[in-house]
C-alpha cells in the first residue's frame, strides 16, 4: 500500500496541480483492490399520488422541467406519517461530502418500482428551496429531506430491468449497525426510506459524459415510458386499463378512495385492500361456489373465505370437486395456492385474513399489502384475479352492492 501512496514521488510528478488527480487515482485503485462499495442513496416514490399535469409521473415532470433551462432542481421525500423516527440528515449530508472529496459522484436512485431514475446529487438539506426550484408536488408537504440534483436520467423502464438493477443495491454499512441486506427488492421490509446504499455495479453514471449533462443524450426509454400514458386512468399506472375496465365501477372508485388518503393512513390504505379483495372474491369465488351447493349464498367474510382455501371445503362439499372442470379451475388453483398463502401471511400476531377495519399495523406490513393488491412491484393481487376469472366483466354495479350491503 505504501508504494500506492508514493505513486507521486517515485514518478516525481508535481507537489501540486496533480496531486489531487494522484490521491483520486489511489482512491479508485484501493476501492477496486478491497472492494470497496461507493455509498449512494436510494428512494421511492408513489407514481399514484397528485396526478402530474402533461407528466407520467412526478419524475418525468422532475427530469423534463430540470433538462428545460434550470441548473439544478430539488428532489423532496415527503414524510408519510408523523410515528416514524426522525431522518439523520447528517448522515447523508456526510456521504456528499465524503464522496466529493474522494472525486466521486453521489447518485439519488428514485424509483416507483416500474421505472429507476438516476439523479446526480450535489447537496442534501433540510431547508425548504425556493418555489421555482423544484416541484408543486411537494407544496403543503412535509419534506424531509431535499436533495440537490444537477443531472437526471432514466436508467429502467420496466418492471423485470427495474427489480434486477435494485437488487445490485444493498445495506451494509455502518449508518445502519446490524442492517445486512444483500440485494433490496421492492418487497423488502423494515426499512427506513430514504435509504444509503452500497451498488455494486460501480457504474460511473454522469461522470464519463465529458464536457456535458447525460440529460442532454437523447434516451429512447424516456420517450417509450410515455407511450400511452394520457389515457390511463390514474390507478392504472399499475393495474393495465383493460383490467381495471372490467371491475365493477363501485370497486374502481373504492381502489382510487384506498389510494387517496395513501399518504395520510397508510393503515386505512391497507384495510381498504383486504375490504376490496374481500368484495372481489365474494362476487367471483364465492358466488361461482353458491351457484353449485345449494341452500347458500350468504355474504362470506375473508376469514371464513380462507378456510375454504385452506381446507378446500365448503359446508362439506369439496370445492376441488365443485371447480375442476369448470371454466374457473386455473382461477381457483390461483386462490387456494397463492392467495391462501397471501392470506396465511402474520400480521400483528395473527394471519392477514382476520385483520379487522379498525386494527392499527406497522407502515411496512400496511405498505405490503397495498403493494401486493395493486401490484407494484409484482403483477397484483387484483390483476391476477380479474385475468382468470372469466366472467368478470358481466359483474354490475348492482350485484356488488348487494354483496356488499349483505355484510
Not at 433540510?126 to 418555489?131: G, I, S, V, Y
Not at 433490496?184 to 459524459?209: M, N
Not at 392477514?352 to 393488491?373: H, Q, Y
Request: overall charge neutral; some cysteine; glycine content about 6%.
Amino acid at each position: 500500500m505504501s508504494k500506492l501512496l508514493n505513486f507521486n514521488q517515485r514518478h516525481k510528478l508535481p507537489a501540486k496541480g496533480t496531486q489531487l488527480i494522484v490521491d483520486k487515482m489511489v482512491i479508485h485503485i484501493l476501492r477496486g483492490f478491497f472492494m470497496l462499495a461507493t455509498f449512494h442513496f436510494y428512494v421511492v416514490f408513489n407514481p399514484l399520488i397528485k396526478p402530474v399535469n402533461d407528466h407520467p409521473t412526478q419524475a418525468h415532470e422532475f427530469y423534463q422541467t430540470l433538462k428545460g433551462s434550470m441548473s439544478h432542481l430539488w428532489w423532496g421525500k415527503i414524510r408519510k406519517t408523523m410515528t416514524l423516527d426522525s431522518l439523520n440528515v447528517g448522515n447523508f449530508q456526510e456521504v456528499v461530502e465524503q464522496n466529493k472529496k474522494s472525486g466521486l459522484e453521489t447518485i439519488l436512485f428514485i424509483s416507483d418500482f416500474t421505472h429507476l431514475w438516476i439523479a446526480k446529487v450535489d447537496e442534501v438539506s433540510t431547508d425548504r428551496p425556493a418555489k421555482e426550484e423544484t416541484l408543486s408536488v411537494y407544496d403543503g408537504e412535509d419534506v424531509e429531506i431535499w436533495f440537490k440534483i444537477t443531472d437526471m436520467d432514466l436508467l429502467c423502464a420496466d418492471v423485470n430491468s427495474t427489480k434486477a438493477k435494485i437488487a445490485e443495491l444493498g445495506i451494509k454499512n455502518h449508518f445502519y449497525p446490524g442492517t445486512d441486506v444483500k440485494s433490496l427488492s421492492p418487497s423488502t421490509g423494515a426499512v427506513r426510506f430514504p435509504l444509503i446504499v452500497e451498488d455494486r455495479s460501480s457504474d460511473h453514471y454522469f461522470s464519463k459524459y465529458k464536457n456535458k449533462k447525460r440529460m442532454v443524450v437523447d434516451n429512447p426509454l424516456i420517450e417509450k415510458s410515455m407511450e400511452g400514458w394520457e389515457n390511463r386512468e390514474k390507478v392504472t399506472y399499475t393495474i393495465p386499463q383493460k383490467n381495471f375496465k372490467k371491475l365493477p365501477a363501485l370497486m374502481r372508485k373504492q381502489i382510487m378512495w384506498a389510494e387517496g388518503v395513501f399518504v395520510q393512513d397508510m393503515n386505512k390504505t391497507a384495510t381498504s385492500y383486504l375490504r376490496i379483495l374481500e368484495s372481489i372474491l365474494n362476487v367471483t369465488l364465492m358466488r361461482e361456489i353458491h351457484a353449485r351447493v345449494k341452500g347458500y349464498g350468504d355474504y362470506t367474510p375473508l376469514s371464513e373465505i380462507y378456510n375454504i382455501l385452506n381446507t378446500t371445503k365448503y359446508n362439506g362439499a369439496g370445492v376441488d370437486e365443485l371447480l375442476r372442470n369448470s371454466v374457473h379451475a386455473k382461477f381457483w388453483e390461483f386462490c387456494k395456492i397463492d392467495l391462501r398463502n397471501f392470506l396465511h401471511m402474520p400480521v400483528n400476531g395473527k394471519k392477514l385474513c382476520f385483520v379487522n377495519p379498525g386494527d392499527t399495523m406497522k407502515p411496512e406490513a400496511a405498505l405490503f399489502i397495498r403493494n401486493s393488491m395493486l401490484g407494484v412491484g409484482c403483477k397484483g393481487i387484483i390483476n391476477e384475479l380479474i385475468e382468470r376469472y372469466e366472467d368478470i366483466a358481466k359483474l354490475t354495479v348492482e350485484e356488488v352492492e348487494v354483496e356488499q350491503k349483505a355484510s
